[in-house]
């Protein structure tokens, strides 16, 4: 019903250090801190609601009012109008946010990556993110996976032997989902894979896996090119997972990582060059500031 806030905490702990006000109508954002097990990570949660209004998702996807108002007159953003107010449904807005993400290159990347890691000094305590998303025995040097389908499983077994899954099975569907919607394949020979949806119950906290098939497979990236390295995370929170997805990109288009996750000769070197070109575009972030 308009007007009416509703929702609940979701989670493992739900006491509320924050609350973003005044964002979303009719329903709002709330905000809730949560300690990791094992990783030690304060982290922000932005918890899953209905509706987005013109300011939240504005705030949201990083652009200004002005920016959205535009994209509506142009029919490029999914929005519902009720009286004279716009309207976001959430679940949509992920969805289109995560394939605009994955079409920029170039500037427009940097340019979105760089907003984004202004918005993620506020929720996280540190710029890097890799480290603590990269749990111990997050990568595959050798997957035997042969087919789409044979890697998503691949995939998900790996995350699962980390002991960061609660449910694999509907983690597996949920991914397949996403898939037939649209390919996370990626030009350049790596891909993406991730929840359309936030569903945080499946997983205990964000989480990356990388895995490196021994021969590339057919994946669906639009270059028609096979693909050879997979990056598989979820997030329990919406932005850190938007950032996630932007910061991945610019890893594989402005480092050579790509080529340094192909030569490593092992799991532990493959980890090693994700983190220093993490930490290279972040510097070269710092001096463009």
Known sequence: MAGKTTGRWQ????PAKAFLSNLCQPVRLGLGYRRTDGLR????????FQLFNLEAVADYLNLT????????????IPFEKRGNRL???KEEIDAWASQRIMGFSGERLAAYHEKSTR???????HETILPEMLAAGAMDSAMTSKTKASSLRDLVELADK????????????SLEAREELCSTGMPGGFAVPHLRVREPYLFETSFLVVGRTIQPIHFGASDGEPTQLFFLFCCQDDRLHLHTLARLCLLATKT?????LRDAPDAEAMRAALIAA????LAESRLRE
């Open 11 to 14: 989670g493992r702990k739900a």
């Open 41 to 48: 990570l304060r982290v922000l949660t932005i918890m899953s």
């Open 65 to 76: 009012p002005a920016d959205v108002e535009e994209r509506v007159k142009d029919r490029v």
């Open 87 to 89: 309207v976001f449904r």
């Open 119 to 125: 918005h993620a000094r506020t929720i996280l305590p």
């Open 162 to 173: 980390t002991g960061q899954l609660n449910d694999p099975k509907t983690l597996l569907s």
């Open 256 to 260: 050579k990582v790509l080529d340094q």
């Open 278 to 281: 993490e930490q290279e575009i």
